[in-house]
């Protein structure tokens, strides 16, 4: 298999595998079985496509990036493309085994599936289209399953308040995206991104018009700060499994897709980088600031994921502005262990609240009073939650601290004031997020069992292994970061020499 | 096409997507806002048609309009039926009610 078939396989293989799974639950529930052959074949998708990724990894035309024209649709697959799709089919697969069990009470549960792997394929997709139009409607792909992922507890009053929020402002926000595409087309004459930036090479007021409502509208995605009022709402009342890759991927993706459009009105980058390096220290201090009065854990951890975005920003913003390859290979490595370590997190915190709400057939959510002592209980899910929070607050020796280093070796070697004062902030920032992850940990380990603890029913196996195994991830990270090098560094050179053959 | 014309289809467009979001913000009900966010898409559709024929590809621009109005049709259909699941859990279609998550 050579790498463009690589490629076309892993654009297809979700896509055709989505009304797959619906078929085959369909039918188990038609006969009155129990629907699991959907989880299943979900998860030999995924790994399959994993292989692909894989294979297309030890190819030797990798290196310049694929280009593909199917049909008239144009499709580059480079670095960014391979670190999303990785990112995306990894989690994507430990949430897969998670979530069976979870969902196994939900009426819903043979449609959970289906749009999951709808989403990971609309976010593969959306990694490799070479052109604006095709960035949006992957784009937008995404944004639908997730609406309905969001809203996927009918019944109850704050999933259906969460699928509304989030579903006007992404509407609205992707209404902004279009009037950009159309501003960008009517002067550039063309769709094509690399194209865009050859004939948008002087400043001028359509330029500056579209990038900024490409941030805007990418923005509500990625949540940056005054745009991010639906994400606390979303990810604490969607499923956990779904809070994970929301959280973990989804708004990356948003992010991913904003660079792909400012890049390609790159005339502006230095421009667009310190704008981005604003929005980082708002984000960092705002999510911080706000999850410090959070009581319920989800909600927190949504808060948190506000934050961490902030770090990417900064380093992203930092490679931009100043043509830094470290910075922006440390905001691409963070991306990838903020999807590992709050995955975790949501699928651990997941995983208490099966054991001590939703076992129980309720939907109350989880508080910080209620996991009090769960150490006693569980003590392999409050391993695992533990070694999550203090990697997303950048304790040594876990992944968290390694992205965050390289984020801030990245913003001193910069040597600019601006740099240098918003990695110092980043910092301090990362000291202040302590002040909520830390307080979590002891709760868990050193406070008396709560009642919740003490009534709540014993975790299955298959919900432990995935937390294992993300844990084990984060500590080899923490560990030997150097593994992600080659990605991280390849993401970073595509995003800088864009446009280039 | 004369300079004028294209002027007068910018106004229309701003016009739309502004009568939109101010929709959006001041309704209270949510199948307003619903027909506030058809009524921005409209908007888009009309800028990609011209888009399409300032850059001399008409022909472009219209079937980008078309995809948009496939695609705007699923995002209706999914804000409908939350409406209506909204209209039955809540028993009002009042946005203000849905303030169940704030703190």
């Known amino acids: 298999m050579d790498a463009n078939m690589a490629v076309i396989g892993l654009l297809a293989l979700p896509l055709v595998g989505a009304p797959l799974t619906y078929l085959a639950d369909r039918l188990v529930l038609r006969r009155g079985g129990k629907p699991r052959l959907g989880q299943w074949i979900t998860l030999v998708i995924l790994l399959l496509s994993l292989y692909i990724l894989a294979i297309f990894w030890r190819s030797e035309t990798r290196r310049e990036g694929v280009w593909l024209l199917v049909g008239s649709i144009s499709l580059h697959w480079d670095g960014l493309s391979v670190l999303l799709a990785f990112t995306t089919l990894l989690l994507g697969s430990v949430v897969t085994l998670f979530s069976g069990t979870y969902l196994a009470g939900e009426k819903a549960h043979d449609k959970y599936f289906p749009l999951l792997l709808l989403m990971i394929g609309a976010i593969i997709g959306l990694g490799a289209s070479n052109d604006l139009f095709n960035l949006w409607l992957w784009f937008e792909l995404m944004a639908v399953s997730t609406y309905l992922l969001v809203a996927f507890y009918p019944q109850e009053k704050g999933s259906l308040e969460a699928g509304v929020k989030y579903l006007v402002q992404s509407a609205v926000g992707s209404v902004l995206i279009l009037l950009a595409i159309a501003l960008t087309y009517t002067f550039a004459g063309t769709l094509q991104l690399d194209g865009i930036r050859a004939r948008f090479s002087d400043l001028s007021a359509p330029l500056w018009v579209a990038g900024c409502l490409f941030i805007i509208g990418f923005g509500v995605k990625a949540a940056l700060v005054p745009l991010h009022t639906w994400l606390p709402d979303a990810h604490a009342q969607a499923p956990s499994g779904i809070s994970a890759m929301l959280s973990g991927v989804v708004i990356e993706a948003g992010l991913v897709a904003m660079l792909r459009a400012l890049t390609a009105l790159g005339a502006a980058e230095t421009h667009w980088g310190i704008l981005l390096m604003g929005f980082g220290a708002l984000n960092m201090l705002f999510g911080n600031l706000m999850a410090l009065r959070q009581h319920q854990i989800k909600r927190l951890l949504a808060f948190s994921s506000v934050a961490q975005v902030g770090y990417m920003l900064a380093g992203i913003g930092v490679g931009l502005a100043y043509q830094q390859p470290i910075a922006l290979a440390g905001g691409m490595f963070h991306l990838f262990t903020h999807a590992l370590m709050k995955g975790l997190a949501f699928l651990a915190v997941g995983a208490l609240l099966y054991a001590l709400v939703i076992s129980h057939h309720q939907h109350t959510p989880l508080t910080v009073e209620d996991v009090c002592g769960a150490a006693q209980r569980y003590p392999l899910a409050s391993l695992t939650l533990a070694i999550a929070l203090l990697g997303l607050g950048g304790l040594p020796p876990l992944a968290g601290f390694m992205s965050k280093w390289q984020i801030l070796v990245g913003g001193f070697s910069a040597q600019t004031n601006a740099s240098v004062a918003l990695m110092i902030f980043a910092g301090l920032n990362s000291v202040l997020s302590l002040g909520y992850y830390a307080p979590i940990v002891n709760r868990l380990y050193r406070h008396q069992a709560s009642e919740a603890v003490l009534k709540g029913n014993p975790l299955p196996l298959v919900m432990i292994l995935p937390l294992l195994i993300v844990a084990l991830g984060i500590l080899v990270l923490g560990f030997v970061p150097s593994l992600m090098n080659p990605i991280n560094d390849w993401a970073a050179s595509s995003i800088l020499g864009f446009g280039i053959r | ?103």
């Open chain 2, 1 to 103: 096409m004369d300079y004028l014309d294209g002027v007068i289809v910018l106004l229309v467009v701003l016009g739309l997507v502004g009568i939109g979001i101010y929709a959006i913000m001041v309704s209270r009900n949510l199948i307003k806002i619903i027909i506030g966010m058809q009524v921005m898409v409209k908007g888009v559709l009309l800028a990609f048609v011209l888009a399409g024929r300032v850059s001399g590809n008409m022909g472009l621009g219209q079937s980008l309009a078309l995809t948009v109005i496939v695609v705007d049709t699923i995002v209706a259909v999914v804000a409908l039926a939350l409406a209506v699941r909204v209209r039955r859990r809540f028993g009002t279609l009042d946005p203000r009610a849905l303030t169940t998550l704030r703190r």
